[in-house]
């Protein structure tokens, strides 16, 4: 079983574009993590939620909106895609929101804005 | 937020001990030292963390020096496999996020 999962893999889209991300830990872990990684390799935090509220909300466009409808889930959503949202994002979980547990990662969503 | 400083790439040959250093000067008493391991086209993966001294596991030993302003991630006996990007962070107690710096490209030669 896969611990953290994504979906889609890849994502194409148009710019002007409305798309969601979905996010699913099985680990039964109490805080999950948005990161994006741009071309240059860059793995930035953009949101981090802890019991479904949110803790950390980076210097991130107002069009990025998490929604976590459970523990379990933390989705993201994108309004108004630009070219520059192209990236892969990635989802993870750990067990707190202690930096010092293991985080786990899921294999990421190819994001691609045409 | 301790800064780290790690070399951009490193190349081994198949079967050698592979050693990533790792500064960084201004770590706090009660931060630790984490790697991670990050494959293409997958997330990183928890590699390895410590305090201080040495630590080891099934994949790889840490060593920390007693002033705590560096660290070693060491990889015995590298293959094919072992080639990605190898990520220090230093976590701070009761930080809410991990942050990654730009890693070494260990890229792993036949």
């Known amino acids: 079983d896969t611990a953290v999962s994504q979906t889609p893999k890849y994502l194409v889209t148009q710019m002007g574009n409305d798309k969601s991300i979905k996010c699913e830990q099985n680990?039964?872990?109490?805080?999950m993590y948005w990161y994006k990684q741009d071309s240059k390799k860059f793995l930035k935090i953009m949101f981090s939620?802890?019991?479904?509220?949110?803790?950390i909300n980076e210097t991130v466009p107002n069009r990025f909106s998490p929604k976590s409808p459970d523990k379990a889930h933390l989705n993201l959503h994108i309004n108004s895609l630009e070219l520059g949202d192209s990236a892969v994002y990635f989802c993870?979980?750990?067990?707190?929101?202690?930096?010092?547990?293991?985080?786990?990662f899921g294999q990421g969503t190819r994001l691609t804005v045409v | 937020l301790a800064k780290t400083t790690q070399p951009i790439s490193m190349d081994s040959y198949e079967g050698q001990e592979v050693n990533i250093t790792c500064s960084h000067n201004?770590?706090?008493?009660?931060?630790?030292i984490t790697w991670y391991q990050q494959f293409p086209s997958q997330g990183p993966r928890f590699i390895i963390q410590?305090?201080?001294t040495k630590v080891t596991n099934e994949v790889a030993s840490l060593f920390i020096p007693a002033d705590r302003k560096s660290s070693t991630l060491s990889l015995p006996r590298v293959s094919l496999s072992d080639t990605a990007v190898y990520y220090c962070?230093?976590?701070?107690?009761?930080?809410?996020?991990?942050?990654f710096g730009t890693g070494t490209r260990l890229t792993v030669i036949p």
């Open positions: 993870a979980s750990s067990q707190d929101a202690g930096g010092r547990t293991e985080a786990f």
């Open positions: 680990l039964g872990h109490d805080t």
């Open positions: 939620y802890n019991n479904k509220e949110l803790i």
């Open positions: 201004n770590i706090a008493t009660n931060d630790y």
């Open positions: 410590g305090y201080k």
């Open positions: 962070l230093v976590v701070a107690q009761g930080a809410n996020n991990l942050f």
